[in-house]
């Protein structure tokens, strides 16, 4: 029987949450024995491929409200937690550690070497430093609390003992993969994926796939979920910050309409219907004589503008001259009104996120231990919290696990 000393922490899972909390966890506290469980063979798996192997590690926004507002489920917890511990801090963590970090024009930080390995690094020499304890290819099947703390039953291993733990497990896509955490009296709140692209029923843009347009709005008929922002044409259907942003807010909402709704896109927002026939009319005066496929005022390239033509059921041979007003109306419709049929979602670049997990009101915001089994902690994506893309998961990570770490430290 393996029985780890008193004073004793236990992580499970070696991933972003549980390497973060195990780092600083011995660091403040050196007499602290730090274990991390990790039952596939290797640590930071996801941190690797993250960010396209480049590592998104937080988003240059160190305000915590505005920080706050890019979390679907948990900004309200989180708006308080970034006051203790926000991308700020994040920054500057790395830069105490050698590791700096750019930021790109929308925002998104990265280390300077664009290479995942670079943060994999950092972790990996700082458990060593610290004395943090690894054991891969172990997996926890129960956590039983006793009198004196915990103990771990394990998958086909010895049980082992520790005075406080700290689920860093991720987020699973089925309910049924919580149940031993259930089992603690803990809920779960359904998981759900969150951070994808929507697919046409008609695929009806396939052929522009990799066009993107700057500004549009896209609104999720029958809901108040509203995105604007850049959209990118797929193969499949719709993607870009605005569509993904709304795949986050949305999550729960698509997942129990079975990704079958409608969506409406002004694809040249901020401008209204009655704006955008001003400036056909006008695009009619100048061009009289050119071919409707010519037109210099709206920002799509022309296999687009063609592809909006044909949907407006405007015949492309045809002059500015000859344009109706029954086609300038049909043109704004598919313009500034234009409706979608959704069907199916696709993974976005393979950056899934769980939407759901253990709920924020069966835990304490300043210490992430459970408010139902005293000396139980969690960080990461198993809490119900989850970030629009941008770095903003990570950065939830980071901010849960510093404040759980200062907690199990001080303890
Ligand atoms: C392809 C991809 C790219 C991403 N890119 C970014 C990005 O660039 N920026 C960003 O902010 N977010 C990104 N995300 C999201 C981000 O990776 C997650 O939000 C983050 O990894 C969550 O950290 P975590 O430690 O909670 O969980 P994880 O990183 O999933 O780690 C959990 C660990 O626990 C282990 N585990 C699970 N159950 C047990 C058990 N019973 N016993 C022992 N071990 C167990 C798992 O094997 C795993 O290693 C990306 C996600 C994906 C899938």
Redesign the pocket.
């Known amino acids: 029987m393996n029985v780890e000393k008193k004073g004793s922490a236990v992580v499970?899972?070696?991933?972003?949450?549980?390497?973060y909390f195990s780092i600083n966890a011995a660091r403040l506290n050196p007499s602290l024995n730090v274990t991390i469980?990790?039952?596939?063979a290797?640590?930071?798996?996801?941190?690797k491929?993250?960010?396209?192997g480049?590592?998104?590690?937080?988003h240059h926004c160190f305000d915590p409200e505005t920080l706050s507002k890019a979390y679907p489920r948990g900004h309200k917890t989180l708006r308080w937690s970034f006051e203790q511990f926000q991308a700020k801090d994040t920054v500057e963590w790395f830069k105490e550690r050698s590791v700096e970090l750019k930021t790109e024009s929308d925002g998104r930080m990265f280390p300077v070497t664009d290479d995942s390995q670079t943060i994999v690094d950092c972790f990996l020499e700082e458990a060593k430093k610290y004395n943090v304890k690894i054991r891969t290819k172990?997996?926890?099947?129960k956590i039983e609390p006793s009198q004196q703390g915990f103990k771990l039953h394990l998958h086909k291993k010895e049980p082992i003992f520790c005075d406080v733990v700290l689920v860093?497990?991720?987020?699973?896509n089925r309910e049924s993969a919580y149940e031993?955490l259930k089992e603690l009296g803990h809920s779960i709140v359904k998981p759900v994926p969150s951070l994808f692209t929507f697919n046409f029923r008609d695929k009806i843009f396939s052929e522009l796939a990799g066009i993107s347009v700057e500004n549009a709005e896209v609104h999720i008929e029958g809901t108040s979920f509203t995105e604007r922002g850049p959209v990118l044409i797929t193969h499949w259907g719709l993607s870009g910050p605005a569509v993904l942003k709304l795949s986050a807010w949305a999550a729960r909402e698509l997942h129990d309409r079975e990704y079958r709704y409608k969506i409406k896109v002004n694809w040249l927002y901020p401008f209204k219907e009655s704006e955008v026939r001003q400036k056909l009319f006008e695009l009619k005066e100048r061009n009289l004589k050119k071919l409707v496929t010519k037109q210099d005022q709206f920002p799509f390239p022309s296999r687009l503008w063609e592809k909006f033509l044909q949907l407006a059921d405007v015949d492309t041979a045809k002059r500015w001259a000859e344009i109706s007003n029954k086609n300038i109306h049909n043109l704004v419709q598919v313009l500034v009104h234009a409706r979608y049929d959704i069907q199916g979602k696709t993974t976005y670049?393979?950056?899934?996120?769980t939407c759901g997990g253990i709920p924020l009101n069966e835990i304490n915001p300043d210490t992430m231990e459970s408010k139902i089994v005293p000396g139980l902690y969690f960080?990461?994506?198993?809490l119900n919290i989850?970030?629009i893309?941008?770095?903003?998961?990570?950065?939830?990570?980071w901010t849960n696990s510093w404040l759980a770490a200062k907690a199990v430290a001080g303890r």
């Open positions: 499970i899972g070696g991933g972003a949450a549980g390497l469980l990790e039952k596939t290797n640590l930071l798996s996801k941190v491929v993250s960010g396209g480049r590592c998104n590690v937080t172990t997996r926890v099947d860093a497990t991720g987020g699973y031993w670049k393979e950056e899934f996120v960080s990461g994506e198993v989850d970030g893309t941008g770095g903003f998961n990570f950065q939830a990570a």
